[in-house]
């Protein structure tokens, strides 16, 4: 079962952060945006593996899982995500943006 049928807030907070990157958009480069979001994400994700496992010694024992879990998660989002857009391209219209 996915996030998104599992956690009825889950599409919010995904709202929540798309609206914060259109806001930093107007700003900077669109690349700059995705990759601060990226990174944001990145280090949340650490942190939140740190507050799991309790202690230094279990995150580096749990290193590999960690990370092949978030990848794999994170390349099944964005290739579903990419996917939709180029399906959608007219509608979605990202030189609009």
């Known amino acids: 079962m996915t996030q998104q049928t599992t956690d009825p807030d889950f599409l919010k907070r995904v709202d929540d952060h798309i609206a914060l990157s259109n806001e930093h958009i107007k700003g900077a480069n669109g690349a700059r945006v995705a990759m601060s979001g990226t990174f944001a994400a990145a280090r ?3 942190w ?21 879990i978030f990848t794999d998660e994170f390349r099944r989002m964005f290739e579903e995500s990419f996917d939709d857009f180029a399906n959608n391209f007219e509608r979605y219209r990202p030189d609009q943006a």
């Open 44 to 46: 949340f994700t650490a």
């Open 48 to 68: 939140m593996c740190a507050n799991s496992d309790g202690s230094g010694e279990r995150m580096k024992a749990r290193r590999e899982e960690a990370v092949r």
